[in-house]
């Protein structure tokens, strides 16, 4: 069976690896990315000392490097302007880089990690030789279907009339199914079965790998939990439409358009 392959798939850089670089190197032929937490824009030229190379499109570098820039609305915003190429290389750069940052001393012995001339894509400590990987988290997101509807939530945040799917970490110990039962009983109190996979997404913000499902209604009423959602509701299928709809990269988008009639 084919599955689709959504944006952010690594797939589209070749020579994936990291490297962090300091002046002087000649790096004419590159891709600059300047990141603010989760915002991301292209630089003609660098401006930086450190940098952080995480592989290679079409025979340019891909490089990453933090802005000195604060803007409390940069959250989860890859520049509109981009090509879906572009896009992808930011997206895994973001990850790259908050993934380097969060992890620059090691856990076991408190020392400097540095990359790892051994392991791919990988850091290391030279002191209790301690070797770090990047980390994944684990989320499910979830169309919940009945009869000729399916069940959309929206977050207070959100702006305008956007909706979306129900989502959440897989916690410690669950397998895929019971984090999405639970998820969705946890979030609107309904109860589902026939729990179906259906395509998957890395979703750089800043590490999460989002396993998309698609499961039916079995029993409750939407009884709404306030804390995760500002609304919760069963949505026709010949209502789904673009004003509403996700990101156009997100996985949610994808599970929800292939109900749009």
Known sequence: MNFPVLPFCRSIIKDFYFKIFTEPCDLSNCIVFKCNGYRVKVLHKRDGKDFLIFGKYKDKYCIIEQSDEIDDNYHHVIDKNFTEELRTIAGIGISTYHWSNDNRFCGKCGSILKFSDKEHNAKFCEKCNNTIFPRLNPAIIIAVKKEDSILVTRK?????????LVAGFIEYGENIEEAASREVFEETNIKIRNIKYVASQFW??????????????????????????????WLKFKYISEDILPPQSSIARFLMERFKI
Request: proline share 5%; charged share 35%; no cysteine.
């Open 204 to 233: 750089p913000f800043p590490y999460q790998l989002m396993i998309g499902l698609e499961a039916e209604y079995d029993s409750g009423k939407i009884i709404l939990d306030e804390e995760e959602l500002a609304e919760a509701k």
């Open 156 to 164: 207070s945040e959100w702006k305008g009339k956007r909706y979306g």
